[in-house]
């Protein structure tokens, strides 16, 4: 406790007091509490705890594999609120701490829980949830009751994580509602996005409703065997979800590896790669393309220059115009990408977009000449936002155009080099909601201009020449006076 805040120690030992005081109805002399569906339900929560420990096929089940709230609901559905409250104790007690103090969060997760089983257990009975007839008849009447329980159940949580939050780390309080609303999202369960402070309720709601399938089969004549048959699909559902989350975080470090050995390679191109496939995603989203396939355009936005790590790191940091020679080794960057990432089948169809974005609608880009339709639509997407971050972004050798000028620059350009369709929608998003990229700049070069100005002005035409970006203007074929925005 010590090394907390007072204001957290403060918020801590206020849970423990509340927490005290919820369940200390159940355990006065004489209290109709049904000890032992109390102690079935919290030896439950405590094994949905453990399964979350628990090695599997050697590896921790990771967050949200074990169905711990749908047990605490349906406890609050069952019990009087004092004994569900008491419920939940022990698999809070559980809860893993990753980060010191262990045994403080731990309390911290007891009381908390307790807390908000107790007020949704009042909840419920005040909207006669209690009353309800038990066994199957019990759905019709007790659906909103279960609904409103599970819903002041996940806003206890929020507002007490909230609030220890605030008091710990000392955020404002909208942060702090923002993080706690992120803490208490069973992932495993739905992704639903918040709002800065928005509690995920959808989740919970899912959960109240497993709890009330529980609480409906316990009152059946099959009894308590029957309600623990509901974990069963659900407990399967979060682990097949949470292999899902283990593949892709595997995919996204693959991804952010890629990326960071292309920056440490091309310092002339760091950041460049997820403005990128924030652009791409943006014209993608334009054009109404699927959520699945946004994530896809996102991904070949940002590794569409991977092939350069098969480029010699000389001629990407060659101050000076490239020979005829060094151009072409340099246009081989989309070949060696792709041939670097076929083997990574969760990119798909982002790997015709890394071997294409450097063709051209008029058929003289590289490295195949493709024009028109022949180019996967994917790498018209990926070659409009590349020319368009090129041209808008500060280097150690030129400074960023203005972003209205590089529209024009690539509305000029369509047809030619660009798919018009793509400029058109890249040209609405902006309007719509401006351009404000991940990463603005490259914080650890010198400023623009800053002794640059002679490779600068070799590269880009001089400064009254068309807006060919230097990184780009390396791998583009031709000279300045071809006219092509931002690069290939």
Known sequence: ?????????????????????????????????????????????????????????GRGAPEGTGPFFPVVLAAVFLLPPAAAALVALPGGLAQPAPQRPVAVRRIWHA???????????????????????AGAAAFPYALLPAAVAAVVFCLVLTTLDTAVLAAAEGRPATAAATAAADRRRPAALLRVPSGAGAPALAPYC????????MAVMWHSPYGPPAALLVLLPMYISCWVFAQYQREHAAHQATIRALVQAVDIKDRYTRGHSERVGQASEMIARELGMADDRLEVVRIAGILHDVGKLGVPTRLLRKNGPLTPEERRVVELHPEYGHEMVRGIGFLGEARSAILHHHERVDGSGYPYGLSGEQIPVLARVV?????????TSTRSYSRARPVETALAELRRCAGSQFDPAMVRALTSAVG???????????????AAGAGAAGPAGARDGGPDGPP?????????????????????
Do not use: I, N
């Open 432 to 446: 719509r909601h401006g351009w404000h990229p991940v990463v603005t700049s490259d914080e650890d070069l010198p």
């Open 1 to 57: 406790m010590r090394v907390l805040p007072p204001a957290a120690r403060a918020c801590v030992l206020g849970a423990v007091l509340a927490a005290a005081a919820c369940v200390a109805p159940a355990l006065r002399p004489g209290s109709a509490v049904p000890w032992p569906t109390v102690g079935l339900l919290a030896a439950l929560c405590l094994g949905c705890e453990a399964a979350r420990v628990l090695p599997l096929r």
């Open 468 to 488: 060919v970006m230097p990184a780009q203007g390396r791998e583009a074929a031709g000279s300045p006076g071809r006219g092509k925005a931002g690069g290939p």
């Open 206 to 213: 899912l959960h109240g409703l497993v709890g009330l399938m």
């Open 111 to 133: 009381a908390q829980q307790a807390v908000a089983a107790w007020a949704a257990g009042r909840a419920y009975g005040l909207l006669g949830g209690h009353g309800a007839p």
């Open 383 to 391: 070659a409009v936002a590349d020319s368009f971050d090129a041209m």
